[in-house]
């Protein structure tokens, strides 16, 4: 673990409760997947290439649903994530469904992924605003 990702970890544990965990799990799936380009191709290879575009873009948000969480991170990861911060994966499949766009979304104000896609942690931040 880097020191960004231990520094990250020390915020977000002072968060706590519910949404110290969702903000962990994010932070969890961008570092397991190549941050936000990774995340944005796992979807593009998995037929949702429409919804996360639209997360990027400056227009609404396409939803995605729990089940196609699910296709895309595969079972057996959502519970992986699920067993190591004591919830169900119904919950963590649910709650990447709903904050993922806006994540994305927050990370590309311009419509644009950036070179440099910025700070996660900034972004969650801001969404717990």
Same mark, same amino acid.
């Given at each position: 673990?880097? =020191?960004?990702? %231990? !520094?990250?970890? $020390?915020? +977000?544990?002072?968060?706590?409760?519910? &949404?110290? /965990?969702?903000? &962990?799990?994010?932070?969890?799936?961008? *570092? &397991?997947?190549?941050? =936000?380009?990774?995340?944005?191709?796992?979807?593009?290879?998995?037929? =949702?290439?429409?919804?996360?575009?639209?997360?990027?873009?400056?227009?609404?948000? !396409? #939803?995605?649903?729990?089940? &196609?969480? !699910?296709?895309? +991170?595969? *079972? %057996?990861?959502?519970?992986?994530?699920?067993? /190591?911060?004591?919830? %169900? #994966?119904? =919950?963590?499949?649910? *709650?990447?469904?709903?904050? !993922?766009? /806006?994540?994305?979304? /927050?990370?590309?104000?311009?419509?644009?992924?950036? $070179?440099? #896609?910025?700070?996660?942690?900034?972004?969650?931040?801001?969404?717990?605003?």
């Amino acid at each position: 673990m880097g =020191l960004f990702d %231990s !520094l990250a970890g $020390a915020v +977000l544990s002072k968060v706590g409760g519910e &949404q110290g /965990k969702m903000a &962990q799990i994010a932070m969890d799936l961008f *570092n &397991q997947n190549g941050g =936000l380009p990774g995340i944005l191709e796992k979807f593009n290879q998995n037929g =949702l290439a429409a919804q996360a575009a639209s997360w990027v873009s400056t227009d609404a948000n !396409l #939803p995605i649903s729990a089940d &196609q969480i !699910l296709s895309v +991170l595969g *079972n %057996s990861k959502v519970a992986e994530i699920a067993a /190591k911060f004591g919830i %169900s #994966p119904e =919950l963590v499949a649910n *709650n990447i469904a709903e904050y !993922l766009p /806006k994540m994305v979304d /927050k990370m590309t104000p311009d419509g644009v992924v950036p $070179a440099n #896609p910025g700070n996660v942690l900034a972004a969650l931040m801001e969404m717990m605003k």
